[in-house]
Each structure stands twice: as C-alpha cells, then as structure tokens.
C-alpha cells in the first residue's frame, strides 16, 4: 500500500500547533496532525462535574502509580495517562524543580491560566529599552491584527485599560470582580495602583457555539463545556469539519528527512506510542 502524501504534518496539537491545524485545513490543505499521547473526552477526564466521592481514590488517583511530589492536577483519575512521566532533567542537590508537560491532545490548552495579554512596544523592542541584544524584527503594529484576529476567534474577556504596556484589544464582558478583588482594588487605590481584570480567553457571554462559564470549578483540571479557549473544544472541530485533517494519537514523529540544503520538507516518519496509563 503506497504511503499516505499530505500537504503538510504538524508535529503537537497544542496553542501553536492546533492553530496551524485550522488555518491551513481552512486553506484546503490536507493535514496530519501527530500527537503523542491520547484524546481527553471532557465528561470523563475533566472533574469539575463530579463529586471526588465517586472516584475510587477520590479522585488523586492509585497511590502506587501517580506522580509524586507533583500537583494534583497532574495526575489523577480524571486524566490518567495526559501528562508525561519521566522527562529526562536534573536538578542541583537540594533542589526541587518540576516541568510538566501535557502529552494529551491539545497539550496545555487543556489546563491553562488561560491569561492572554498582548505584547506590546516594550516587549517588541525590549532590546532597545535595556541595550542588549537585538529587537524582535516585526513591531506591534505589524502584529496587532492578527491579535485581533484571534481575540475574536476564541473569545477575550477584559476591558479597555489604555496601558501602553498591555494593548487594548477587541473583548467580551470582563468577569465580575470577587469580595477579595474589591478588598484588593480599595486598598490598590490608596497606594495610587490600578487594579484591573486580566485579558482571559474564557467566556463571559455565549460565543461561536461555546457557552459562558457557569463558574463550577477549578479551570486547571479542564473544561467540560469548552467556556475557554482550547485547542481540543475550539479549533480541532473546525479542521476536522473540513475533511482535511487526519489525527494520529498515540504517535511521535521518529526523525524529520530533509533535502540537501537541510532545509527542504521531504517527509516525517512516526511510530505509535506504548505509554503506560494511556
């Protein structure tokens, strides 16, 4: 049977990868998609629908098995097998450093602060402010649509604070702030600080489909309803109702052939992926 050609293969299908999944499966390409661990199915690895008394070890999972010295949101029974185990790093004696990394389709999207600021000149153009090193080569100008752009694609919540440090930008209803927040905010006040919402990429009102968020829980352990931005509720749907993309689970890519300038795309093999609790 002759291989499978595609216009192009993506390697992840997190925040950068699932948004190349939809521009170019929009744009009529044909995609397969790789991804090394397995789809999360929200009613069953998400948490914030269920009760911790219905899970057998309620809910942080098989002491014998999970992760330890790990937050819980890492490893549990709500999302066996979507983190990676065993990442090869040291750490000085005495020291405790931890990276984790998301193996499930849509990587971190999944369980993200979801905070989604712009960059804005002081960011482009660091290098000038601090003298070292070299500016990035686009300005925020430049950029500023394509932010607006995906503002509202995936749905901002926040409001116009006329910071240069922090660029405005096209957004939903900002969250109401907590009995915390205003106690904050007062005390904010007297010291001449602002103290405003953040730009988050979780919804206030219904958008594209997607309802607002009905406050049940902890975000960091996944959204059952896709109230915020993630590649598995937001963007995934929209390429696969094009036809073009073909996802492989379970799957890393083994080596990358290149053409003889090193640079030249030829093609990408991968093999499944045996990983324990997946």
């Known amino acids: 049977m002759p291989p499978q050609i595609y216009d192009v293969i993506v390697i992840g299908t997190g925040a950068g990868g699932g948004m190349a999944i939809r521009t170019l499966c929009d744009a009529g390409l044909k995609v397969c998609a790789l991804n090394s661990g397995r789809r999360l199915d929200p009613q069953e690895d998400f948490r914030n629908h269920r009760a911790t008394w219905e899970m057998k070890f309620r809910g942080f999972g098989d002491p014998a098995t999970r992760m330890k010295d790990t937050p819980d949101f890492l490893d ?5 097998g979507a983190w990676e185990r065993d990442i090869a790093f040291t750490t000085a004696p005495g020291t405790k450093w931890m990276w984790p990394r998301a193996s499930a389709v849509g990587g971190k999207t999944n369980f993200w602060g979801r905070s989604s600021a712009r960059f804005g000149d002081i960011d482009f153009k660091a290098a000038t402010q601090d003298g070292y090193d070299a500016d990035w080569p686009l300005t925020y100008e430049e950029i500023a649509p394509y932010y607006t752009r995906v503002e509202k ?18 957004y939903l209803p900002p969250f109401n702030f907590r009995c915390l927040d205003r ?6 006040e007297k010291s001449g600080v602002p103290y405003l919402p953040d730009r988050l990429a979780q919804l206030t009102v219904a958008h594209d489909n997607h309802p607002a968020c009905h406050y049940c829980g902890d975000c960091t352990f996944g959204c059952e309803v896709g109230a915020f931005f993630s590649t598995p509720w937001l963007l995934l749907p929209s390429a696969e109702a094009t036809g073009n993309l073909d996802l ?7 080596n990358i052939l290149t053409g003889p300038n090193g640079k030249s795309y ?3 093999l991968y093999r499944p992926r045996v990983t324990a609790g997946i």
């Open 76 to 80: 549990s029974e709500y999302n066996q």
């Open 153 to 170: 694609m995936i749905g901002v919540a926040s409001t116009v604070q006329n910071r240069p440090s922090n660029p405005d930008g096209v």
């Open 183 to 188: 106690i904050l905010q007062k005390g904010c």
């Open 248 to 254: 492989k689970t379970n799957a890393i890519a083994k």
């Open 266 to 268: 030829r093609s990408c």
